[in-house]
C-alpha cells in the first residue's frame, strides 16, 4: 500500500469546548476523512430522554433512559453547505437542538449509564472499521479505538473554553451568562473524569495539544507534522 494511500483512525479526546470538533472536522477535510462527533450521539440520546419522559423535574430517570435506548436510531447525514455531517434522531434532523444548554446541563448524567455507551460505543466502532476517520470524545484513544494509530489529548483553560462556547451560544442568540456556562464547563469536566465508566483520562500514549493561546492553523500545522511523522513510518 502506498503511503497516501495508508488511511487510519485519529483518535481526539479531551475537555468539553477545547475546539476538539472544529478541529477534529479540519483534520478530516483535509486529509478526505470522515470526521465523527461522538459527543452529538451522546447529546442526541439526552435530547431524545429529555423529549420521551426520562427526565422529571430535572433528575434524569436512568431506567426509562435505558428503556427507550432499543428506539434510538441515530444517524448522521453530510450537510454540504456546513461541510459537516448533521446528526439524526429517527430521521429527525437535530444538530441544532443538542446543542442547547439543557441537553448540555444533562449530557453528562446521561452518558455516565452504562447501557448508554455501550450501545454508542458499539456504533462508533462499526463506523470506524475501515480506517479513515477522525472521531472526537472522551475515551475514543482508552475505550473505542485504544489501537488508534495518532491519539491527540486535547485542553485549554476552563475561562477560554468558556469564552469560546459563550460566543458560539451568542452568535446562535441563545440568552445566556459567561457565569452559567463556565459553571457548565466546570462541571462537566467534574462529571467526565470522575465517573465510573470510561472517565475521561489521557491515554498513555497520547500526545497533548493545549490550545489556550493557538489558533486553528496554528493546530492544523502541530498535527500535521505529526500526523507526516506517522504515515511515513
Ligand atoms: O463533546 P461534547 O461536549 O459535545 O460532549 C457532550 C458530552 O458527552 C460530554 O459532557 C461528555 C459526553 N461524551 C462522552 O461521555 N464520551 C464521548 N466519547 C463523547 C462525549
Known amino acids: 500500500m502506498s503511503q497516501n494511500s495508508r488511511k487510519i483512525v485519529i483518535a481526539i479526546d479531551g475537555f468539553s469546548s ?38 422529571v423535574d430535572g433528575e434524569v430517570l436512568s431506567d426509562k433512559v435505558v428503556e427507550l435506548l432499543p428506539q434510538i436510531e441515530i444517524s448522521f447525514s453530510f450537510n454540504s453547505e456546513r461541510g459537516a455531517s448533521d446528526i439524526y434522531i429517527n430521521g429527525e434532523q437535530v444538530e441544532q ?48 479505538f485504544p489501537d488508534a494509530e495518532l491519539k491527540i489529548f486535547m485542553t485549554a483553560d476552563p475561562k477560554v473554553r468558556a469564552q469560546r462556547r459563550y460566543d458560539e451560544l451568542t452568535a446562535k442568540g441563545d440568552n445566556v451568562t459567561m457565569e452559567e456556562i463556565l459553571e457548565n464547563v466546570l462541571s462537566r469536566d467534574h462529571a467526565d473524569m470522575n465517573r465510573e465508566i470510561s472517565p475521561l483520562r489521557q491515554a498513555d500514549d497520547a500526545i497533548v495539544l493545549d490550545n489556550s493561546h493557538m489558533s486553528v492553523e496554528e493546530q492544523m500545522a502541530w498535527f500535521m507534522e505529526r500526523y507526516e511523522a506517522i504515515i511515513s513510518c
Not at 31 to 41: N, R
Not at 100 to 121: F, G, M, T, W, Y
Open 97 to 144: 437542538k443538542i446543542r442547547s444548554i439543557e441537553v448540555s446541563n444533562l449530557v453528562s448524567k446521561i452518558s455516565s449509564i452504562a447501557q448508554v455507551r455501550e450501545k454508542l460505543v458499539a456504533m462508533q466502532q462499526g463506523m470506524g472499521q475501515q480506517r479513515g476517520v477522525v472521531m472526537d470524545g472522551r475515551d475514543i484513544g482508552t475505550v473505542v
Open 18 to 55: 477545547c475546539g476538539k470538533s472544529t478541529f477534529a472536522k479540519a483534520i478530516a477535510a483535509r486529509l478526505g476523512y470522515i470526521f465523527i462527533d461522538t459527543g452529538a450521539m451522546y447529546r442526541a440520546v439526552t435530547l431524545y430522554a429529555l423529549e420521551h419522559g426520562a427526565v
